[in-house]
């Protein structure tokens, strides 16, 4: 139960933190074409780098997204998981007192079996789809390292342009670190489905 | 009248005026210099010959009368004085109304027979002058005068030796065409002036000693791009009228094109502009799934813009056409107010699109003359504040990224904020509560009302109010900013910024709820992510602190365009900083170039510059941010003065 309940609040809080970081992203990224657009054909180069970083933003608000739309139904299925446990768990119990009393029922032993294996299948169900969050936070993980590299071709070009007087490197400096912003949150959000598919039943 | 040539000589005719006027303006300036009469005659000259081909007799005949003036001027018979250039001046005032009479397509009327007395006494007063001269001196040999009577030639006798050029011409040069060359041309007329045009006399000539110039004139000017009086090279205006070599190779590598083309071109690349939009957001939808496709979009795309921006440059005309009127200006009013002004214009060579060019004359000229009659001081009232006698106006053009900055600034004694103030109530502009609570910037920007002005007396200059707020509007019209500082005794700068192109305007998306809108590019600083703990109420109006020492307004577009304002915290919002104040949205959704279609049936004032069609195929409104601060100003201290009234 503890599990679930920090998946839960783990998932909330990247959500919260990766939406405004890729926000943050977003916005300095139109702040950078803004700036390149006020400043002419000069500034064009830069342009370039400002359009991919917003399209990579994008992309990135595009796999979080996925991300977001495998969390419900991993909470919903460990969610079935505990309840179709403690089905189990009351079965097992009944086992218990009728055999204490020297009788047996041969169809709760059936009974507990059927949720038995249920809870299997919902199990193997969590640990795909846990996987396929893993597999996402690392796509995640990529295009992040992929923002990390134009944000370098940023800083380089921005080094280029500096007689023009147009702030980039502060532009520039600004989308690293919301870049680090948004790598910070899917770290933890990473950390934290590790986490449960060590602590849950779930081999992985 | 033939109506071909009409078209082709009219432009001309135009170009030859400007030039005559800032030649004759340099010639006041630097009466020794036989160049510039030279080009002078030259122009008047080359303006008769076209004049003579449609028959406009009238016009032939101020240009002979102007030839003659300017003739006796070579001569050195007679100084360059203020008089004599005001009646050049005048002269070029007449041909530039009868150029418009025969845009009309009507023959002009023979032109103010003062003026035309005045220009004849002129050169008679020449001639009474060489008689004496001749009587004192018999020896002296009296070249190049040509009688200024006898020269005349009626339209029979022009016709027959334009029949006998042409006749002429085939045995001296075989031609396949009846165009006759600049130098037939300049011989024909010759032959007709009997052996040589008044002002053909060679520059190196020599003459009668000339007399002394009369005392320096009010008005000087200088400008920074060509000074002939500081580096004493010769003027090159006359060059474009004479037919050199280079002005040869110039005539080849240009053409005259009709603006009105230039204008449906400008559409066209629009509307191309408009698709490429639509179609790179169609193609984003599947660009992952086809390189092809991707690149296709992509060179597309650069191509389009290579095309836009070689038709942006087709629009782009120098500031020297806007700039070439005002030392004209500035040496009337000068004159008339009895102010010693000298005028520099910086920046000439900054190119601007053409529409920013013809719209900004007449706000100019007003600037100008507003700086001349309420900013400069009289000379000896400067001379007691130990300012120099001459005061100085400044006119620059400056580029800046994006956009062009126009300042015109002064050294006069600057703006009082409290008489404006006062002025204001005294017309019922403001009531007095109102303007007790006026910023001192508010209180000086109340000259851009409309019927606003300090001078009791209405004079030729200034005085009828009417000016400044033109001036602001036509900044807006033409999606420019306008500044006004101003220093007590030092001076008063007022600066306009315009878009370096009206072609195609740069725009950044946002949302607000579920409605879409547009804001210009060049009036954006930078977005912000909204944090309501730095938002706070001062003097009844919302301002956000963007940082430490920045506090602007904070304008919620919710309740100024949906009467519902924005729930900060509760609803999704960000911020827009523009020059005028923060601008609340619900979300910035990106930028694209658009090209502005403009909403004619919207009342004035609206906050709209226009609208477009975005990328996905919407219509966008463009919001004006500056109309929406002002908006969001004047919602607040109109309850609150409606409130001190009752």
Redesign the interface.
């Known amino acids: 139960m503890d599990a679930v309940l920090q998946l839960v609040d783990a998932s909330f809080r990247a959500q919260q933190d990766m939406e405004k970081s890729l ?2 992203i977003d ?1 300095r990224a ?2 950078a ?2 700036l390149v ?6 500034l064009a180069g830069y342009g370039v780098v400002a359009q991919a970083f ?1 399209e990579r933003a994008a992309k990135l608000r595009e796999a979080a997204a996925h991300l977001q739309a495998d969390i419900a139904p991993l909470i919903e299925v460990q969610m079935r998981i505990l309840q179709h446990t403690r089905l189990q768990d009351s079965i097992l119990q009944m086992e218990r007192r009728l055999g204490e009393r020297g009788s047996r029922c041969a169809s709760l032993a059936d009974s507990r079996q059927t949720w038995a294996q249920r809870i299997h299948k919902e199990e193997e169900q969590a640990h795909f789809i846990l996987r396929r969050l893993l597999t996402t936070v690392e796509k995640l993980l990529e295009g992040i390292e992929e923002q990390e590299y134009v944000v370098t071709n940023g800083r380089i070009e921005a080094a280029l342009v500096e007689a023009v007087g147009a702030p980039l490197m502060r532009v520039s400096r600004d989308m690293g670190e919301a870049v680090a912003a948004v790598a910070d949150a899917i770290h933890r959000y990473k950390t934290q489905l590790e986490n449960l598919a060590y602590e849950s039943r779930t081999d992985l | 009248m033939d109506r071909e040539i009409l078209e082709d000589y009219l432009p001309e005719a135009r170009e030859l005026l400007e030039q005559a006027q800032e030649m004759a303006l340099r010639l006041e300036a630097d009466p020794q210099d036989d160049n510039i009469l030279a080009s002078l005659f030259r122009a008047f000259h080359t303006l008769k010959g076209g004049a003579g081909f449609l028959e406009a007799t009238a016009l032939v005949d101020w240009a002979h009368h102007l030839e003659d003036l300017l003739d006796r001027l070579r001569e050195h018979t007679v100084a360059v004085t203020p008089a004599v250039i005001d009646g050049i001046l005048g002269g070029i005032d007449v041909i530039a109304d009868m150029l418009n009479t025969l845009a009309l397509g009507e023959e002009p009327s023979p032109g103010p027979e003062e003026l035309a007395r005045t220009l004849s006494q002129l050169a008679a007063a020449t001639e009474q002058k060489k008689t004496e001269q001749a009587a004192a001196a018999p020896d002296t040999p009296s070249q190049g005068v040509t009688t200024t009577a006898s020269d005349e030639i009626s339209t029979a006798d022009f016709a027959a030796a334009l029949g006998r050029l042409k006749s002429a011409a085939p045995s001296a040069k075989p031609q396949t065409t009846d165009e006759i060359s600049q130098e037939e041309f300049e011989a024909y007329l010759d032959s007709l002036y009997g052996g040589g045009a008044p002002g053909l006399i060679e520059a190196t000539s020599p003459s009668t000693p000339a007399p002394q110039p009369s005392p320096a004139p009010s008005s000087t000017i200088e400008s920074a791009a060509e000074s002939p009086s500081r580096n004493g090279s010769p003027p090159t205006q006359g060059s474009t009228v004479h037919a050199t070599p280079a002005g040869n190779e110039l005539a080849d590598s240009t053409l005259r094109v009709d603006a009105q083309r230039l204008d449906a071109v400008m559409n066209q690349v629009g509307e191309l502009v408009l698709l490429r939009n639509r179609l790179t957001s169609a193609a984003a939808k599947i660009l992952d799934s086809d390189e092809d496709l991707a690149r296709i979009a992509r060179e597309m795309d650069l191509t389009v813009n290579d095309l836009q921006n070689t038709v942006m440059r087709l629009r782009m005309q120098p500031c020297k056409r806007l700039f070439q009127q005002l030392p004209r200006v500035v040496r009337d009013a000068s004159r008339q107010l009895g102010k010693e002004v000298r005028l520099d214009i910086v920046g000439e060579e900054v190119e601007i699109d053409k529409t920013v060019v013809d719209a900004l004359s007449a706000p100019l000229t007003h600037l100008l003359r507003n700086s001349l009659d309420h900013g400069i001081e009289y000379p000896a009232e400067r001379e007691a504040l130990g300012k120099p006698r001459e005061a100085r106006i400044r006119v620059a053009a400056i580029h800046l990224g994006d956009k062009v900055r126009i300042e015109v600034s002064d050294d006069g004694h600057g703006i009082d904020a409290q008489k404006v103030a006062a002025k204001a109530v005294e017309k019922g502009l403001i009531t007095a509560e109102q303007a007790t609570r006026l910023s001192e910037q508010d209180a000086i920007e109340l000259i851009f009302r409309p019927g606003f002005s300090t001078n009791d007396r209405v004079t030729d200059i200034s005085g009828r109010g009417v000016g400044m707020d033109v001036v602001r509007e036509t900044t807006r019209a033409l999606r420019g900013r306008l500044d006004l500082s101003t220093r007590s005794g030092q001076g008063t700068t007022v600066a306009l910024e315009f878009p370096l192109t009206l072609a195609v305007l740069p725009v950044l998306y946002l949302r607000l709820r579920r409605e879409i809108y547009a804001l210009p590019i060049s009036s954006i600083n930078g977005l912000l992510d909204i944090d309501p703990r730095r938002q706070h109420r001062l003097g009844g109006q919302s301002v956000y602190r963007v940082d430490s020492d920045n506090v602007v307004p904070l304008v919620d577009l919710g309740h100024i365009l949906h009467q519902r304002p924005l729930r900060l915290g509760a609803e999704v919002s960000e911020g827009v900083l523009t020059d005028r104040g923060l601008l609340l949205v619900s979300e910035v959704l990106g930028t694209e170039d658009s090209v502005v279609k403009a909403l004619d049936f919207l009342s004035e004032p609206n906050w709209y510059q226009g609208a477009t069609i975005s990328g996905q195929g919407q219509v966008v409104l463009i919001l004006d941010p500056a109309s929406i601060v002002q908006k969001a100003l004047e919602g607040v201290s109109v309850p609150r003065s409606a409130k001190v009234a009752t």
């Open positions: 926000r943050d916005r139109l702040n074409m803004i657009k006020r400043h002419g054909k000069v917003r």
